[in-house]
């Protein structure tokens, strides 16, 4: 059996996010380098992913960079009709190629960690003033100052301790006393 090996790089900017047209990402700069590795039945395609996103803040929704890193393998297989599963795809034989712009896209994708928040004091300034007055009740007189002291992740919450109303806890009290 003879494999062949050919290596590809792309450079996933702007204009390619756009084109697209993905909700998670918009704006990047994304080296990927590519190596196929072709045998008689099959391709294996591996992908190296390192750049930056750009994606909106989850505390004010202003745009930060965020470093985006992976390593993928797929493997490609011609058939009488499309299909995946996993990390295989069947490629028609009609057709004979396949386009890898989505799965660039969904790798870039799926690298960016689940949280994004701007470093302590780097925050739209008048954003976060307009949370902190909410978070505060509406008081008009609060200053913008930065919401380093508000405490928005709530990673630290315990899942095994289900969050209850007060008014429905005097009512346990009844069915532990049974």
């Known amino acids: 059996m003879q494999e062949t090996t050919a290596d590809a790089d792309f450079l996933l900017d702007n204009l390619f996010f756009a084109q697209i047209e993905g909700e998670e990402v918009q704006r990047g700069k994304v080296h990927v380098k590519l190596r196929v590795k ?3 039945h099959a391709c294996e395609l591996n992908f190296q992913i390192e750049g930056v996103v750009q994606v909106p803040c989850d505390r004010c929704l202003d745009y930060m960079d965020v470093p985006v890193a992976t390593n993928e393998k797929i493997l490609v297989k011609l058939g009488k009709t499309y299909g995946e599963e996993g990390s295989l795809i069947v490629v028609p034989e009609s057709d ?38 909410h978070l505060r009740g509406g008081d008009d007189d609060e200053s913008s100052e930065d919401m380093e ?21 005097s009512l346990k009290d009844i069915y532990n006393n049974n």
């Open 38 to 40: 072709k045998a008689i």
């Open 96 to 133: 004979g190629y396949i386009n890898v712009a989505w799965l660039l896209y969904e790798f870039v994708s799926l690298a960016i960690p689940m949280k994004h928040v701007h470093s302590p004091g780097k925050c739209n300034k008048s954003m976060t003033g307009k949370l902190k007055k």
């Open 149 to 169: 002291d508000l405490d928005f992740d709530r990673s630290g919450d315990s899942m095994d301790e289900p969050v209850t109303d007060p008014r429905w806890d």
